[in-house]
Each structure stands twice: as C-alpha cells, then as structure tokens.
C-alpha cells in the first residue's frame, strides 16, 4: 500500500507544481487554492508512505514523479522544449530511481 501512496503523492506533486505555474506567482486564486490542496494531499500521502518505505527511497521516487511529470506537463502543454539533452536528462532520473529502488534489497 506504501507504493500506491507514494504514487498518488508523486502525481499530486505534478498537479501541485503545474498549478502553482499556473497560479503567476501566487496572484490568481484558483490555481494557488489548487496548488495548496493538493502539496498538502501531497505530503500526507508522502508522510503515510514513509512509515514503512525508507526515506531516501522514498523522497526519491516522489521528486522523481514529480520532476518526470513536470517535464511531461511542460514539453507536452506548456510549450517548453524539448530535446535531446531534456530527454537524456529525465531519463537519467527514471534510471536513478530505478536504480535506488533495487538496491534497497
């Protein structure tokens, strides 16, 4: 159950991050009330995920869906590029989580 948590915390993480893009700076409210919602969903499920995932693990695969996600969320709507360098780039966190998820064997 741990894994799903930590999975809807990454999402929730996208989601809060993407709103706060679209908050400009804190100054329209319903993205900032979004934003607000859904970091705090966010680290609930994050906090209820670590009672038994180890920390680095963790926090690792949770910045990491949220960083993958973020990328998705700018290159595919947002108008951001992307090349060949973004692309290695998020493939580099996917490998690393990949990896310390392994390792915690």
Known sequence: MAWIYLLIAGLLEVVWATAMKQSQGFTKIVPTL??????????????????????GTAYMVWTGIGAIGAFVVGTTF??????????I???LIVAGMIVMKASDH
């Open 34 to 55: 979004v934003m607000a919602v859904t970091l705090v969903a966010s680290f609930i499920l994050l906090s209820t995920a670590m009672r038994t995932l180890p920390l």
């Open 78 to 87: 947002l108008g951001e590029p992307l090349n060949a360098g973004r692309i």
């Open 89 to 91: 780039a998020a493939c």
